[in-house]
């Protein structure tokens, strides 16, 4: 096995010891978003394991935009899916806003209720 050294590394000194210069490689960061940063506070005080591999593979942010991503399709997508399912359309909307809000309300609950058991808490 090559030492740092032998491999190219180089070192530079403080107090008296040698401090190997480790750089990461550059990261392309995209936007993680609510539902990313819901999943990283999962994974960090349920899933350690998770988090610290990703972490140290420099493909944590990669993972919670991934996430992000995948988590608001699915919550649009249930979104329209359940206002389609119970009848909640503009004329409702139009006709009795106070019901249209309370109903709107229940379906984005519901929705994101799926997507946390769905996508963050796994």
């Known amino acids: ?14 107090n008296g010891y040698l401090i190997p210069d480790l ?9 993680i978003g609510k539902w990313g940063h819901a ?6 005080h349920h899933r ?3 988090y610290t591999h990703l972490l140290v593979n420099c493909q944590l942010n990669g993972h919670l935009a991934d996430v ?3 988590a608001e ?6 979104v329209e899916q359940m206002k389609e399912a119970e009848g ?17 309300n229940n379906i984005a609950s ?12 796994i």
């Open 110 to 121: 519901r929705a994101r209720e799926i997507v946390y058991n769905e996508l963050i808490y």
């Open 68 to 70: 992000n991503e995948q």
């Open 88 to 104: 909640v359309t503009e004329e409702l909307k139009a006709a009795d806003q106070m019901r249209w809000v309370g109903l709107m």
């Open 73 to 78: 399709a699915l919550f649009f997508r249930l």
């Open 39 to 44: 999943r990283l506070e999962f994974l960090q």
């Open 23 to 31: 750089v990461l490689p550059p990261q392309k960061t995209r936007p």
């Open 48 to 50: 350690r394991g998770t």
């Open 1 to 14: 096995m090559k030492t740092y050294a032998e491999q190219g590394g180089t070192y530079h000194e403080e």
